[in-house]
């Protein structure tokens, strides 16, 4: 009866995932630093992370640091043929799987614990599973709430498996790093960190009045129920993204305006096929910037309706990045993506009589020629001679 009642949930979280995959698919990289990228480091495996490579990174900086780390360009066919086999096993395990991203998802167990066995149990077989079936290392945590396994999974690393006992949730909490708490970057860290708030555990005990003195209300709340375990949230099958989106590492050259503009256009034109593809229209569209010195800026914009038509997004983030202009002439530029939100449920655009018509049309027609012929059958005349970075789907933050 007691494993009937219980609430189980795994998080698993495969391990240096791009990396991974490359050290499969080629057993001269097993063992080896790998840096998945070109310019920038989109991944690294974890014998470059021992040698303090990260993500984003720049390649020259990742190089100092491991000289004998093996480069490689990114695949996303490879790892995204590897994801599927994944979730498939997911899958197999329980129906009640919420992807979270390409690598990592939560499994809810709760209801399997009779037939199944113990939440141990049915991580170590979903973990001999994937190794067995699809050659690569993964890490699974098990606790009652979806916070609580996530930060398991990230404890457990790499090629792990952690539990948090019934019972002893605080315990294992409290005396890890704020940092481990979500929602808590360098600023919030920072903040914490400079009244000697250094732990989980002394986030619970600040009380939730400081924390929203010192945070504002919505972070104070979070973090003050966070730091007690207190997670409502159960896993959610068939969740649809909220947002459709991609991004391109650049690398550290310099670049004319023209040549990210081209880019952004090549991100759209993916964007909205992919909007098309799943007949979901939106409505607020971002622009995301990622700089050589870490730094982050984003800029976004909602239109009056819900559109997946490829001019009327593109004209709105090239004006979006326009406006950003001046961040991206002061400091170098290593990323740029595009996201569309508030997406609609299925697909319904109100038509206007200010349509322009023969843009659909024309966007349905591309669409064709490119499933018929493969996505680089037709490419936008700017686009031309040049090597753009690797594109990769952005993920829900």
């Given amino acids: 009866m007691f494993y009937a009642l219980r609430v189980a949930i795994l998080h698993a979280d495969l391990d240096a995932f791009y990396a991974s995959v490359e050290q499969r698919d080629d057993p001269a990289l097993r063992g080896r630093p790998v840096l998945v990228g070109g310019g920038v480091v989109l991944a ?8 303090g490579v990260r993500t984003p990174m720049g390649v020259a900086q990742a190089r ?6 093996v480069v490689v360009p990114p695949r996303m066919s490879a790892y ?21 991203s390409i690598d990592e998802a939560f499994l809810d167990v709760s209801g399997l614990l009779r037939v199944s066995g113990t939440p141990r149990e049915i991580a170590a077989r979903l973990r001999a599973e994937v190794r067995e079936r699809v050659g690569l290392p993964i890490t699974v945590g098990i606790a009652g709430t979806k916070f609580l396994a996530k930060v398991a999974s990230a404890v457990g690393k790499p090629d792990g498996l952690l539990e948090v006992p019934s019972g002893g949730e605080l315990a294992f909490l409290h005396p890890l790093p704020v940092e481990r708490l979500w929602g808590v970057g360098p600023v919030t860290s920072a903040k914490l960190r400079e009244r000697h708030i250094d732990t989980v555990g002394h986030v619970a005990r600040v009380g939730e009045a400081a924390l929203v003195s010192l945070l504002g209300a919505g972070a104070g709340r979070h973090l003050h129920a966070l730091a007690h375990n207190k997670d409502p949230r159960r896993v959610r099958v068939g969740h649809r993204r909220g947002s459709i989106g991609a991004q391109c590492a650049l690398g550290r050259r310099p670049r004319p305006f023209t040549e990210i503009e081209a880019t952004l256009d090549a991100l759209v034109d993916r964007v909205t096929r992919r909007m098309r593809r799943a007949k979901r229209a939106g409505r607020t569209v971002t622009v995301r910037l990622r700089f050589d010195d870490f730094g982050r800026a984003t800029r976004s914009r909602s239109l009056l309706k819900a559109t997946m038509q490829t001019r009327t997004i593109a004209d709105t983030a090239r004006q979006l990045l326009t406006e950003a202009r001046p961040l991206i002439d002061n400091r170098g530029l290593t990323l740029v993506g595009v996201a569309v939100s508030n997406l609609d449920g299925d697909g319904h655009v109100q038509p206007s009589l200010f349509d322009d018509t023969a843009d659909d049309g024309l966007d349905v027609a591309m669409d064709a020629v490119r499933d018929r012929f493969g996505s680089s059958s037709l490419t936008r005349a700017a686009t031309i001679g040049r090597q753009l970075g690797p594109s990769v789907p952005i993920l829900p933050d």
């Fill in 44 to 51: 690294a495996s974890y014998e470059a992370k021992a040698r």
């Fill in 64 to 69: 100092a640091l491991c000289p004998d780390g």
């Fill in 80 to 100: 995204s043929a590897a994801s599927k086999a994944v979730f498939e096993i997911f899958r197999d395990t329980t129906p009640l799987v919420e992807g979270i």
